[in-house]
């Protein structure tokens, strides 16, 4: 197996002192949002055989394993990363797979640059995702009932929600949250910046549910996802608890560090709380208007000590293993590429050991053993 080098992105949102206390380092006083364990080209792990990503174009089905590259081809299918939100990311949503490959079809037929700001579909593949806190994490995630957002609209007497507030009421479901978010996203700027205005101003306010809000309009002035947000569920994870994102569920992280692992891919349409290109029709085309649940994830545990968080995609399978002082070693041989990521904790991974923030890649079929007492995180696929 090969211990990792990862790359530490520094994006403006990150916190500067959640992934350095992880490390136990110094913080450099820059944000460190997140840091990537994987073969993804923009920022590959680099290994003492040289970047992942050369390793494993050199010999896929040695590293991958010949299910995996039969199922998948000869990349690794997934991205793990650290995440560490000091600030609200972007309101966002991921397309399935036959919208990435038709998106992304088009834009090519079109000659749209592929690093061109106002691209949506940097590639064909789709990107589900999974969130694990390792602290309590803060998120949005998919519509809450109409009703219920219109109250909470309601509760804030602003003049300029009460047409929003009708629509909610007066619609079935899909066609309220459909008409609302076209509503929010298209409104013009100026007079949509002055209802941010008065309900942030509102939201300071009144505090309690409202107090997410108050913060996304400090961090977004004017921004319509402002109240786009009010229409999502509000969660809050306790270390240990995840959610799965699928394709078209509307979603933002807020506050918090965890564990995220998704398909390899970057697309991404934003609507909204970012500076960045908002395409409202084809996000219209994406997005899943249906409320519901955000559905909390805790990991099903093993008689082996293996704690897996369930998914409906094979891309990537998560799980963790906590290891009480003086645990027995644990086999974690198998026949797909692995990376095993220490959180907590001393860990022994082969002939590596591991403290908080390490981590190691393991080739398919290349015997794995951990021990030692912390939480490891294992990464791989289904094939």
Known sequence: ??????????????????????????????????????????????????PLTEVIDGAPERELGERTVAKFGPRLPFLLKILAAGAPLSLQVHPNLQQAQEGY???????????????????????????CALTEFDGLCGFRDPTQAADLLAGLDVDSLKPYVDLLHAHPEEAALREV????????????????HETAAACERLGGAYTPYADLAHHYPGDPGVIAAMLLNHVRLQPGEALFLGAGVPH??????????????????????TPK???????????????????????????????????????????????????????????????????????????????????????????????????????????
Not at 116 to 130: M, S, T, W
Request: aromatic letters at 4%; proline letters at 9%; hydrophobic letters at 35%.
């Open 1 to 50: 197996m090969d211990r990792l080098n990862n790359t530490i992105r520094p994006y403006a949102w990150g916190s500067t002192t959640a992934i350095p206390h992880l490390l136990g380092v110094e913080p450099t006083g820059e944000p460190q949002a997140e840091m990537w364990m994987g073969a993804h080209p923009g920022a590959p792990s680099h290994t003492a055989r040289g």
């Open 105 to 131: 079809d088009d834009e090519e037929r079109r000659g749209i640059p592929v690093d061109a700001g106002h691209r949506n579909y940097k590639d064909a593949n789709h990107k589900p995702e999974l969130i």
């Open 181 to 196: 978010l076209t509503a929010v996203l298209s409104a013009d700027p100026e007079d949509m910046a002055r209802t941010v």
């Open 252 to 273: 933002a992280y807020l506050n918090g560090l965890g564990v995220e692992i998704m398909a390899n891919s970057d697309n991404v349409l934003r609507c909204g709380l």
């Open 277 to 383: 290109h908002v395409d409202v029709p084809e996000l219209l085309r994406i997005v899943r208007f249906e409320a519901g649940d955000p559905g909390v994830l805790r990991p099903e545990a093993s008689p082996d000590g293996e704690e897996v968080y369930e998914t409906p995609i094979d891309e990537f399978r998560l799980s963790r293993y906590v290891l009480p002082e003086g645990s027995a070693a644990h086999d974690l041989t198998r026949e797909t590429p692995q990376v095993l990521l220490c959180t907590a904790g001393s860990v022994q991974a082969g002939e590596h050991p591991l403290r908080p923030g390490e981590s190691v890649f393991v080739p398919a079929g290349e015997k794995a053993q951990v021990s030692g007492a912390g939480t490891v995180f294992r990464a791989t696929v289904v094939a």
